[in-house]
C-alpha cells in the first residue's frame, strides 16, 4: 500500500484540513475576544505560535492511533478487518463542510449584508461643473472641498472623507444606492457654474434612506465675493445639517485665512492636481501652491498643502528628485503655517510626518493628537497615528 494511500486510510489527511479549520475558528474567536478588552493584544501571536506547533502533532497523532468502539487505540493494535476509520472519515467529512459552510455564509454576511446608517454620518459629493469647460473642474471640487473640512470639524458629525465619496464622480447613481454604499445617514450634493466672472453655487442635503431633500440653497456672486460666498455657504449647511441631526453645539466655520481670490484660486487648482497622485500631478500642484502663496504669503492652508507636496515627491519620487530639498522645503513652509495658524489641522499633520521620517514618534504623535483634536474626522491622522503607536518602537498594540 502506498503512502498517499496509507494517508487516507488514516484519516491523516482529512485531519491536516480539519485541524486548520479548527485553528482558523480559534483565532477568530481569540481576534473577537482581544477587540473585546477580554483577552491582551498579546496573546494573538501565542495563540498562533501554539496553534503551528500542535499541526504537526496533530496529524502524528492521527497516524499512531485510531477511533474505536472501545476507544482510542494504537492502530498497530487493531485487529485485521475491525478498522472503523472509514466510518470515523465521514464523521471527519461532516465536520469539515459544517465548518466551511458556516464560515461561507459568514464571508457572505460579512461582504454583502448592508449596516445601518450610522445617526449623525454624512458624504459630501462632488459638485458638478456646469461651467462647460472641463478646467474648471478644480473649482468645483475646491468648493465641495471646503465644505467637507468645515463639516469634518464639527463635534457630533461623522463625515466620509473625499477619497470615499469623491469616487462616484460623473456616476448617475440614485442618492439611496449612494447612502447604502458609504452607510450614511445624509448626502449632500451640488452643482458649480463659473462663467464671465460669475459663480453661481447650488447645494442640496438629502436623506440617502428615503432620498427626499431635506434643504437646498443657490448662491450667486461675482468671482471677486468667493470667498465670502464659500464662508456663507459652509456656514447654511453647516446649520441645515446640524438641525437636521439634533447637534446643540455647531463650531462657526473657520474663515479662510486668504484676502486674495486668486491666491484661493491657485490653492484649489493645487488641491485638484494633487488628488490626481501623480509624478505630473504633484508637480502642477506644487506649481499652484507657490502661486498661491507668493500672491498671499499668510495664506496658512497653502503653506501647509505645499509642505504635504514637497513630502509627497519624497514618498513617490525619490529617485528623481532630492529627498534633502524636499524634506527642508516641507519644513520651511509647516513652520510658517503653525506660525500663522498654531492650530491648523493640515499643518500639524505636515509636522507629524516630518517627525516620523526622522524617527522622532513620541513628538509626531503629539502633533497627531492635536490634528484630531482639530478635526475629529481626519481620517489620514487616524492612520498614521495607528502606524506610530502600534509600531515596534511604541508597542501599544491594544490603542
Given at each position: 500500500m502506498g503512502v498517499v494511500s496509507e494517508l487516507r486510510r488514516r484519516n491523516v489527511l482529512r485531519m491536516a484540513v480539519l485541524y486548520v479549520l479548527a485553528a482558523w475558528v480559534v483565532m477568530q474567536v481569540a481576534g473577537v475576544l482581544m477587540d473585546l478588552g477580554a483577552l491582551p493584544a498579546t496573546v494573538g501571536p501565542w495563540v498562533l505560535v501554539a496553534l503551528m506547533i500542535g499541526f504537526p502533532i496533530a496529524l502524528v497523532f492521527s497516524w499512531l492511533f485510531e477511533i474505536t468502539p472501545e476507544g482510542l487505540t494504537l492502530e498497530k493494535d487493531v485487529p485485521e478487518g475491525a478498522?472503523?476509520?472509514?466510518i470515523t472519515g465521514r464523521r471527519m467529512d461532516f465536520i469539515v463542510i459544517a465548518v466551511l459552510s458556516a464560515g461561507l455564509i459568514l464571508f457572505a454576511y460579512d461582504k454583502w449584508s448592508v449596516?445601518?446608517?450610522?445617526?449623525?454620518s454624512i458624504a459630501v459629493l462632488p459638485f458638478r461643473n456646469l461651467s462647460g469647460d472641463p478646467e474648471q473642474e478644480y473649482f468645483a471640487d475646491g468648493i465641495a472641498e471646503e465644505i467637507l473640512d468645515v463639516l469634518a470639524r464639527t463635534p457630533g458629525l461623522s463625515v466620509i472623507s473625499s477619497r470615499s465619496s469623491f469616487q462616484f464622480r460623473g456616476e448617475n447613481l440614485d442618492i439611496k444606492e449612494v447612502g447604502r454604499a458609504?452607510?450614511?445617514?445624509?448626502?449632500?450634493?451640488g452643482s458649480v457654474r463659473n462663467e464671465n466672472s460669475t459663480v453661481r453655487v447650488v447645494a442640496q442635503l438629502i436623506d440617502a434612506?428615503?432620498?427626499?431633500?431635506?434643504?437646498?440653497?443657490?448662491?450667486?456672486?461675482?468671482?471677486?465675493d468667493v470667498l465670502a460666498l464659500q464662508s456663507e455657504l459652509s456656514n447654511a449647511v453647516v446649520s441645515a445639517v446640524g438641525e437636521r441631526v439634533g447637534l446643540t453645539s455647531i463650531s462657526k466655520p473657520r474663515a479662510p485665512s486668504v484676502e486674495n481670490p486668486e491666491a484661493y484660486a491657485a490653492y484649489m487648482r493645487g488641491k485638484h492636481a494633487i488628488r490626481l497622485q501623480t509624478e505630473a500631478?504633484?508637480?502642477?500642484?506644487i506649481e499652484q501652491f507657490e502661486e498661491a502663496v507668493d500672491l498671499e504669503p499668510?495664506?496658512?492652508?497653502?503653506?501647509?498643502?505645499?509642505?504635504?507636496?514637497?513630502?509627497a515627491k519624497i514618498n513617490s519620487f525619490k529617485v528623481r528628485d532630492g529627498d534633502a530639498a524636499n524634506l527642508a522645503a516641507g519644513v520651511r513652509h509647516t513652520k510658517l503655517a503653525l506660525t500663522l495658524e498654531?492650530?491648523?489641522?493640515?499643518?500639524?499633520y505636515a509636522m507629524a510626518r516630518i517627525l516620523g521620517i526622522d524617527g522622532r514618534f513620541d513628538e509626531s504623535i503629539q502633533h497627531l493628537e492635536q490634528v484630531i483634536r482639530s478635526n475629529p474626522n481626519y481620517s489620514r491622522a487616524y492612520f498614521l497615528l495607528g502606524s506610530y503607536v502600534g509600531s515596534f518602537f511604541q508597542g501599544r498594540y491594544v490603542e
Open positions: 478498522s472503523i476509520t472509514h449596516p445601518a446608517p450610522t445617526e449623525g458609504l452607510g450614511v445617514a445624509l448626502v449632500l450634493e434612506e428615503e432620498g427626499t431633500h431635506l434643504w437646498s440653497q443657490s448662491y450667486d456672486r461675482e468671482f471677486e500631478g504633484i508637480r502642477r500642484a499668510g495664506f496658512a492652508l497653502a503653506h501647509a498643502a505645499l509642505a504635504e507636496a514637497h513630502l498654531p492650530d491648523l489641522a493640515d499643518a500639524h
